[in-house]
């Protein structure tokens, strides 16, 4: 059984990488405590020690303890706030521009139609039946969020991307996949009866995939009309 | 050893309480005013500065007529508190019915639910007081300091409201 | 006989007397815990057999239903289990016998701030069982989906009687009540004590209660103003959080955050503070760094009201907000941790006698390790936006919150039973209880962890359209789940059981069972209205066990030597 879901974007390791390090000193933490815990059960005696912990002799102890964590707090910011900064900047250069609409209950996903611009009448939509949002590899896509009725999530585990949809507001943040596949794409933030259904899925496929596929969708409306 | 007066310590607290409460309407009104760009909005009404001023003044004077009660241990005084203060849940409510007759309403914008919300709490907290303040009237206790102190609560809190809702 | 009558009503009903007001609390909490655990009794066991008809309750939860559970389950446990019996319960048996007082400092404003809980308690109930459904837009009540009610918006004077409308109503009535509770914990302290207790010869748990008092206070606020914008909304048709007017939907989650960070510590501190009276007698030494703690809750009392975006980082807040509040979030850490090894520290070296009450506190103490070091985890904003919303989260606050809400608890009714009763619970059945309890809060809350790990989302009825997560091992994770929570279930009959066994003995507890060093064991048990013939005197501090030079192994406050 695997911890945590394959990974299948640029700074998945790096999330990842954060957890286990988090992991490594909180379990160092709670074996520590524990074991004092068990220390202190295990030191009775027959009549108990009279002391306060209200001078610094005594109180040392707990002391190094809270200087320990907040040692280790400061560690685990150093490294997850440089995290922080490169999964939420948007990099200088992104390839792609992908819409993302949320609704009651389904994802839309807009792509840039000639004019280059999102959220413009050229665009190119996938809409329900249809609910695959296709992305190319190794591409930084930049993802911009939005919502036409309730707060909904576009929670993407396997890219370790999760920012809600909120009406009114667009939000941007960006992500680059790095692994071909088709991956679970669900809902996290209640949005009312059949949030429980609501669902949809990505599918990495590489560069020239995506540009027939974009291309395919393009004549689409046309071969309806 | 002077302990402090139960009275005046439990109404602190429950302005303390107040003021967060006021505090929260407030920097919800600013955060939404900032996002606005536009305030007030084109086409909603402006509000009666002048008019209101004079309610602000009514209700200023029964502040020193409370302090006056207080020090004279006067009931008259008391009853001069009350009377003013509903003189301005009149004057209000009767700016009020002129500002719906204008259209200014509470559904429309957020100008008009802001300026509603915010001037009605105010006004539900004056009636509140003017109730409390006939209680005292009636049984006049022996230290009118409680209430004195969440009158002066409810008075010194509008010229803020007054600034922050109808000038700025 | 009418007399009799009367006096009945104003004794026990709409009584001004400390100990009952206390006790009304709890029976109403204990109730609404019954009702809390039988909500997250059938929506665990429609988690774990999915379409599957529920026992003791009926077919299998349809989406609507499911989402309105969660949410009750949520509000409830919070709201009306926590709040009424470790804040207000406990806070009004003990505060006044503990500073050696007759009764709170208003007496009639505790009566009123009861029944005020009351009828938010009724008109909670009533919500939940409206025709037209129970609220289920989640216990954070995020708009615009809570606003509206599902696009079905009935016109003002039905839009009162929704159950979104009563849910918010019962919320600011239970405020409401908890303010008053609070001033009157605050002026009684301050200025009710009794002769000779000065502020630092305060047990550690009115000074926990007064604390938890003082942050409800400063963080209430906001969150009624916000209440009473979202009732304006849904009744009258306001759009405060509607973007469509020039709302928005995220200062909800700012006023609604500013509030519900601060109040998990509301309901945090008051369980310390049980536990910090439990483990010294039980150990039979002084509190360890009794001063300290009082410094340390400070800080993190204010450290709490300023993080409260933590719950905002994938609602798409400025990065460099982000960093802040993660930062503020990750150092509460420090002075817990001093807080939970002075615990530690008090029972080391010790004189320890596992009664029930030691057991669920130090098991409280263990479980709320891992509730507190895992906060950790979501605390760092990076991995909050993977943990966010999924059973990660789920499995932290509930080992948060299940140690605060009921081992606290629990310690607390075995430890102040024979004070309040005048009899004392059996206590064979009683370690019978705590350990089905803390074994089957474990395997219930563990698994949870592996789930949200694997990117299980929160509030879903049906994880059967999610193939990834429709798959082993994660559906047997969830009946383990479910298993535990059943377990716990079994536990709390073996408590009930124990609960009529002694009420209704003969045996009669003695004055100070546990030979307790502060005043409310002074008292006779159950104490009379009025609580003394003459007022205590203090002489020192709180935890005066052990002492050198001495045979006896403990002086109490009212003694003197």
């Given at each position: 059984m695997k911890i945590l879901p394959d990974r299948a974007s640029s700074y998945a390791a790096e999330v990842d990488s954060v957890f286990w390090l988090i992991l490594l000193f909180v379990s160092i933490g709670f074996v520590i405590t524990l074991a004092v815990l068990l220390y202190a059960i295990f030191s009775k005696r027959e009549r108990a020690k009279y002391f306060t912990g209200s001078n610094w002799r005594e109180y040392r102890w707990v002391a190094f303890g809270m200087i320990g964590i907040a040692l280790a707090d400061f560690i685990i910011l150093g490294y997850e706030l440089k995290v922080w900064h490169k999964t939420q900047w948007l990099p200088e250069e992104t390839h792609y521009k992908v819409g993302v609409l949320a609704r009651q209950w389904n994802f839309e996903y807009y792509y840039p139609g000639p004019d280059g611009q999102l959220w413009t009448n050229d665009d190119i939509i996938v809409r329900p039946p249809q609910d695959t949002l296709v992305l190319p590899l190794n591409k930084k896509v930049m993802v911009e969020l939005r919502s036409a009725d309730v707060i909904h999530a576009l929670f993407i585990p396997a890219f370790r991307f999760k920012y809600d949809c909120i009406p009114g507001r667009t939000i941007q943040r960006w992500f680059e996949p790095t692994k071909e596949g088709i991956y679970m794409v669900s809902c996290a933030e209640l949005c009312g009866v059949l949030h429980s259904r609501m669902r949809s899925t990505v599918k990495v496929v590489p560069e020239s995939a995506f540009q027939a596929f974009l291309q395919q969708k393009r004549m689409e409306p046309l071969a309806t009309k | 050893m002077n302990k402090p007066s139960l009275g005046v310590l439990g109404v602190s607290l429950l302005i303390f309480t107040e003021v967060m409460f006021f505090a929260g309407l407030i920097s919800a009104y600013w955060v939404a005013r900032l996002e606005a760009g536009e305030w007030p909005p084109l086409g909603q009404p402006r509000l009666p500065i002048a008019s209101t001023a004079i309610n602000t003044a009514v209700l200023l004077l029964s502040a020193f007529t409370m302090y006056k009660a207080q020090k004279q241990r006067k009931r008259s005084y008391l009853a001069i508190t009350a009377i003013l203060g509903t003189a301005f849940l009149v004057l209000q409510g009767r700016e009020w019915v002129r500002l719906i007759a204008f259209g200014?309403?509470?559904?429309?914008?957020l100008y008009g639910a802001f300026f509603y919300t915010i001037v009605g709490a105010h006004g539900v907290h004056v009636l509140a007081a003017v109730i409390a303040l006939c209680y005292y009237l009636w049984k006049f206790p022996k230290s009118l300091q409680p209430l004195a102190l969440f009158w002066y609560f409810v008075v010194f809190l509008w010229p803020i409201l007054y600034i922050i809702v109808y000038i700025l | 006989m009418h007399k009799e009558q009367q006096s009945f009503i104003r004794k026990y009903i709409f009584s001004t007397d400390h100990k009952v007001i206390g006790f009304q609390y709890t029976i109403v909490g204990l109730f609404m815990a019954l009702v809390g655990g039988y909500l997250a009794y059938v929506f665990r066991y429609n988690l774990a057999f999915p379409g599957e008809s529920i026992p003791f309750f009926g077919d299998a939860l349809d989406p609507k239903t499911y989402n309105g559970f969660v949410t009750y389950h949520g509000a409830i446990m919070f709201f009306w289990v926590a709040m009424p019996i470790l804040l207000a319960g406990f806070g009004n048996l003990l505060i006044p016998l503990m500073v050696g007082t007759d009764d709170m400092a208003f007496p009639t404003v505790n009566m009123l701030s009861f029944w005020i809980f009351f009828l938010s308690t009724v008109v909670l109930l009533i919500s939940l069982f409206l025709p037209s459904g129970p609220f289920d837009g989640g216990w954070t009540i995020y708009p615009p989906l809570s606003a509206d009610g599902y696009h079905v918006k009935p016109s003002f004077p039905a839009s009162i009687a929704t159950g979104g409308t009563l849910f918010l109503l019962a919320l600011a009535l239970e405020f409401t009540s908890m303010i008053m509770g609070g001033i009157n914990f605050i002026v009684t302290t301050i200025a009710?004590?009794?002769?000779?207790?000065t502020l630092f010869r305060l047990p550690i748990f009115v000074w926990f209660q007064n604390i938890a008092a003082l942050i409800f206070m400063v963080s209430v606020g906001p969150v009624v103003a916000g209440a009473v914008m979202l009732l304006l909304d849904r009744t009258v048709g306001t759009g405060f959080f509607d973007p469509a007017r020039g709302g928005d939907p995220i200062l909800w989650q700012h006023l609604f955050w500013f509030f519900g960070h601060p109040e998990v510590y509301v309901i945090l501190l008051p369980a310390l503070g049980i536990i910090g009276e439990i483990i010294p007698t039980f150990s039979r030494k002084p509190l360890f760094g009794y001063r300290m703690m009082i410094y340390l809750v400070l800080v993190a009392a204010f450290l709490s009201v300023i993080v409260w975006a933590h719950h905002q980082f994938v609602a798409g807040i400025d990065p460099r907000m982000g960093t802040f509040f993660s930062v503020g979030t990750i150092l509460i850490s420090v002075p817990f941790a001093g807080v939970i090894l002075s615990l530690i520290a008090t029972m080391f070296q010790g004189k320890i006698r596992f009664t029930t009450a030691m057991c669920f506190a130090t098991g409280m103490v263990a479980a709320f390790l891992v509730g507190g070091l895992t906060g950790i985890f979501l605390g760092s904003d990076v991995f909050d936006i993977y943990a966010h919303d999924t059973y990660f989260v789920v499995a932290h606050f509930h080992y948060t919150v299940f140690p605060i809400a009921i081992l606290a608890s629990l310690a607390g009714i075995y430890y102040w039973f024979p004070k309040f009763t005048g009899k004392q619970l059996n206590e064979t059945l009683g370690k019978i209880h705590f350990w089905l309890t803390f074994i089957f809060f474990n395997l219930f809350a563990f698994p949870l962890f592996f789930l949200g790990l694997a990117g299980q989302h929160r509030r879903i009825a049906n994880y059967e359209v999610f193939d990834y997560l429709a798959q082993e091992p994660f559906t047997t994770l969830r009946v383990i789940a479910t298993i535990g929570v059943i377990g716990i279930w079994i536990a709390q009959f073996v408590f009930l059981w124990n609960l009529i066994k002694t009420l209704r003995s003969k045996e009669v507890a003695e004055r100070n069972p546990w030979n307790a060093t502060t005043l409310e064991w002074a008292a006779d048990s159950p104490p009379p209205h009025g609580n003394w013939q003459t007022p205590p005197v203090v002489y020192r501090w709180a935890y005066e066990y052990?002492?050198?030079?001495?045979?006896?192994?403990f002086i109490p406050q009212y003694v003197q030597e």
């Open positions: - | 200014l309403r509470a559904q429309g914008s | 009710k004590r009794t002769q000779g207790m052990s002492p050198e030079n001495q045979t006896k192994d």
